[in-house]
């Protein structure tokens, strides 16, 4: 029978071992750059905005902070009030597609399942329809008020 030889690692090996592990999970939680380029070619939105979406395609919920830091590492450094005024107009573009970022206040954002689901179809070429039910608001037409 062989004898399995277990040497113990080095300080050095420990670290690369540990900065391999964090480059990793750095990775999982990034935006994808592919990603971001194509939304922002297919809803219009700019890089910093595409980037900010590309972030939530996780599903994870993100401090303004922790957004300034991604879109730091991607583009120019942004501010935590830059990155509500960004979200604000992404949202906006959105919006009409069916694609939904909520706001979770003193938190930070978050996508849900189903617009992420909506955001990686549209992405991969499906058209995005949205119908009748889904929508939250009557339109204006249907609502009644009392005549006086």
């Known amino acids: 029978m062989d004898r399995l030889d277990i040497t113990p690692l080095t300080p050095r090996e420990e670290l690369i071992a540990y900065i391999d592990q964090l480059e990793f999970l750095l990775s999982e939680i990034m935006p994808k750059p592919a990603d971001a380029g194509?939304?922002?070619?297919?809803?219009?939105?700019?890089?910093?905005?595409?980037?900010?979406?590309?972030?939530?395609?996780?599903?994870?919920?993100?401090?303004?902070?922790?957004l300034a830091t991604a879109i730091s590492l991607c583009a120019h450094e942004i501010t935590t009030h830059h990155v509500g005024v960004v979200m604000a107009a992404a949202r906006a573009k959105l919006k009409p597609k069916g694609i939904r970022v909520e706001n979770i206040f003193g938190v930070g954002w978050r996508m849900h399942d189903l617009s992420i689901a909506r955001l990686k179809a549209a992405l991969a070429g499906w058209p995005l329809e949205i119908t009748p039910c889904q929508?939250?608001?009557?339109?204006?037409?249907?609502?009644?008020?009392?005549?006086?």
């Open 135 to 148: 929508t939250t608001r009557k339109p204006r037409a249907l609502i009644t008020s009392p005549r006086r």
């Open 38 to 66: 194509l939304m922002a070619f297919a809803f219009g939105l700019t890089k910093q905005q595409s980037l900010l979406i590309a972030s939530l395609m996780n599903g994870r919920i993100w401090s303004a902070e922790q």
